[in-house]
């Protein structure tokens, strides 16, 4: 079981966040987004950060050697993890090889 990255009194302003939105919104004007942001803006007035960490991925794919699908490449020129979580492609975190050109 993965530890709860957040810490209860962050989970606590969160969920207080959410609840005051849906006493302050109508109901039929409620969104998941503007549900999101009423609950981050209540975390950061109860002097949380909001972080969001930079991905791994560039967003550039390219066939792995030995499945041949295209997969993402991570920013390292790997091949990203792929396949089954059990059983992941051996060609995962494979360096990416560059064709040479004709």
């Excluded at 930079?54 to 490449?73: K, S, Y």
Aim: glycine residues 6%; hydrophobic residues 35%.
């Amino acid at each position: 079981m993965k530890p709860n990255p957040f810490p209860p009194a962050a989970l606590a302003a969160f969920a207080a966040g959410l609840d005051e939105y849906r006493l302050v919104t109508p109901y039929e004007q409620q969104t998941p987004d503007e549900a999101a942001l009423f609950a981050a803006e209540s975390l950061v007035t109860a002097g949380w950060a909001v972080y969001i960490p930079r991905q791994n991925r560039t967003g550039i794919r390219r066939p792995c050697p030995v499945c041949t699908e295209p997969q993402l490449l991570n920013r390292d020129g790997r091949i990203r993890r792929h396949g089954d979580a059990d059983d992941p492609c051996p060609g995962s975190g494979s360096p990416h090889r560059v064709e040479a050109a004709r």
